[in-house]
Protein backbone atom coordinates (compact mmCIF):
# COMPACT_ATOMS: atom_id res chain seq x y z
CA UNK A 1 0.00 0.00 0.00
CA UNK A 2 0.99 3.34 -0.86
CA UNK A 3 1.00 6.43 1.64
CA UNK A 4 0.85 9.83 -0.03
CA UNK A 5 1.11 12.80 2.10
CA UNK A 6 0.66 16.91 0.29
CA UNK A 7 2.72 20.00 1.71
CA UNK A 8 3.29 23.30 0.51
CA UNK A 9 -0.38 24.64 0.61
CA UNK A 10 -1.56 28.29 1.79
CA UNK A 11 -2.61 31.77 1.26
CA UNK A 12 -1.47 33.46 -1.39
CA UNK A 13 -2.61 36.63 -3.67
CA UNK A 14 -3.35 36.56 -7.19
CA UNK A 15 -0.55 36.69 -9.06
CA UNK A 16 1.76 34.93 -6.92
CA UNK A 17 3.41 31.21 -6.77
CA UNK A 18 2.95 28.07 -4.84
CA UNK A 19 4.88 24.67 -5.07
CA UNK A 20 3.43 21.75 -3.88
CA UNK A 21 4.89 18.94 -3.11
CA UNK A 22 3.75 15.42 -2.79
CA UNK A 23 5.86 12.52 -0.77
CA UNK A 24 5.55 8.85 -1.36
CA UNK A 25 6.17 5.72 1.05
CA UNK A 26 5.40 2.07 0.81
CA UNK A 27 4.50 0.18 -2.57
CA UNK A 28 6.74 1.19 -5.30
CA UNK A 29 6.53 4.83 -6.69
CA UNK A 30 8.71 5.19 -9.84
CA UNK A 31 7.11 2.79 -12.12
CA UNK A 32 3.54 4.55 -12.05
CA UNK A 33 2.72 7.74 -12.88
CA UNK A 34 1.51 10.15 -10.41
CA UNK A 35 -1.31 13.23 -10.39
CA UNK A 36 -2.57 16.28 -9.48
CA UNK A 37 -6.29 16.72 -8.75
CA UNK A 38 -8.10 19.88 -7.06
CA UNK A 39 -11.91 20.06 -5.38
CA UNK A 40 -13.29 23.33 -4.84
CA UNK A 41 -16.30 23.32 -2.54
CA UNK A 42 -19.60 22.23 -3.95
CA UNK A 43 -17.45 21.31 -7.25
CA UNK A 44 -16.39 18.09 -8.68
CA UNK A 45 -12.73 16.78 -8.07
CA UNK A 46 -10.88 17.82 -11.50
CA UNK A 47 -7.69 16.67 -13.05
CA UNK A 48 -4.99 19.39 -12.83
CA UNK A 49 -1.49 17.62 -14.42
CA UNK A 50 0.23 14.36 -14.48
CA UNK A 51 3.26 12.74 -15.04
CA UNK A 52 4.47 9.64 -16.13
CA UNK A 53 6.56 7.12 -14.28
CA UNK A 54 9.92 8.50 -15.91
CA UNK A 55 8.92 12.41 -15.54
CA UNK A 56 9.25 12.64 -19.56
CA UNK A 57 5.59 13.46 -20.32
CA UNK A 58 3.57 15.61 -18.68
CA UNK A 59 -0.32 15.99 -19.27
CA UNK A 60 -2.11 19.64 -18.09
CA UNK A 61 -5.51 20.92 -18.17
CA UNK A 62 -6.34 23.45 -20.24
CA UNK A 63 -7.23 25.90 -17.31
CA UNK A 64 -3.81 25.61 -15.94
CA UNK A 65 -1.38 25.12 -19.48
CA UNK A 66 1.56 27.98 -19.35
CA UNK A 67 1.12 28.56 -15.74
CA UNK A 68 1.66 25.18 -13.64
CA UNK A 69 4.34 23.08 -13.94
CA UNK A 70 4.15 18.73 -12.62
CA UNK A 71 7.97 17.35 -12.01
CA UNK A 72 9.27 14.39 -10.04
CA UNK A 73 12.23 13.02 -8.14
CA UNK A 74 11.88 9.42 -8.10
CA UNK A 75 15.42 8.85 -5.60
CA UNK A 76 13.50 11.11 -3.31
CA UNK A 77 9.97 9.73 -3.86
CA UNK A 78 8.72 13.00 -4.20
CA UNK A 79 6.19 14.74 -7.22
CA UNK A 80 5.78 18.51 -7.09
CA UNK A 81 2.97 20.98 -8.81
CA UNK A 82 4.89 24.77 -9.43
CA UNK A 83 1.88 26.86 -9.29
CA UNK A 84 2.78 30.73 -11.17
CA UNK A 85 0.71 33.10 -12.01
CA UNK A 86 -2.59 31.87 -9.52
CA UNK A 87 -6.15 32.94 -9.87
CA UNK A 88 -8.95 33.15 -7.30
CA UNK A 89 -10.48 30.98 -9.19
CA UNK A 90 -7.02 28.31 -8.65
CA UNK A 91 -8.50 27.82 -5.13
CA UNK A 92 -9.36 24.30 -4.08
CA UNK A 93 -7.83 21.29 -1.90
CA UNK A 94 -5.12 19.74 -3.82
CA UNK A 95 -4.58 16.11 -4.14
CA UNK A 96 -1.88 14.19 -5.41
CA UNK A 97 -2.59 10.26 -6.80
CA UNK A 98 -0.93 7.34 -8.32
CA UNK A 99 -1.99 5.51 -11.12
CA UNK A 100 -3.06 2.54 -10.68
CA UNK A 101 -1.70 0.77 -13.03
CA UNK A 102 2.28 0.70 -13.62
CA UNK A 103 4.39 1.73 -16.86
CA UNK A 104 1.01 3.46 -18.09
CA UNK A 105 1.64 4.85 -21.31
CA UNK A 106 -0.98 7.13 -21.82
CA UNK A 107 -1.58 9.36 -18.96
CA UNK A 108 -5.23 9.57 -17.59
CA UNK A 109 -7.18 12.54 -16.44
CA UNK A 110 -10.23 10.50 -14.77
CA UNK A 111 -9.82 10.07 -10.71
CA UNK A 112 -11.57 6.42 -11.19
CA UNK A 113 -7.92 5.72 -12.63
CA UNK A 114 -5.62 6.35 -9.80
CA UNK A 115 -5.77 3.76 -6.85
CA UNK A 116 -4.50 5.84 -3.96
CA UNK A 117 -5.07 9.28 -2.61
CA UNK A 118 -3.58 12.30 -0.66
CA UNK A 119 -5.38 13.94 2.01
CA UNK A 120 -4.76 16.86 0.36
CA UNK A 121 -3.51 21.01 0.64
CA UNK A 122 -5.79 23.53 0.80
CA UNK A 123 -4.84 26.24 -1.69
CA UNK A 124 -6.32 29.50 -1.68
CA UNK A 125 -5.83 32.49 -3.89
CA UNK A 126 -6.93 36.32 -2.59
CA UNK A 127 -8.03 38.56 -5.25
Known amino acids: QVQLVESGGGLVQAGGSLRLSCAAS????????MGWFRQAPGKDREFVAA????????NYAAAVEGRFSISRDNAKNTVYLQMNSLKPEDTAVYYC????????????????????WGQGTQVTVSS
Open 97 to 116: AQDGVALRVVLRTAPSAYSA
Open 26 to 33: GRIFSSAA
Open 51 to 58: INWGGSIT
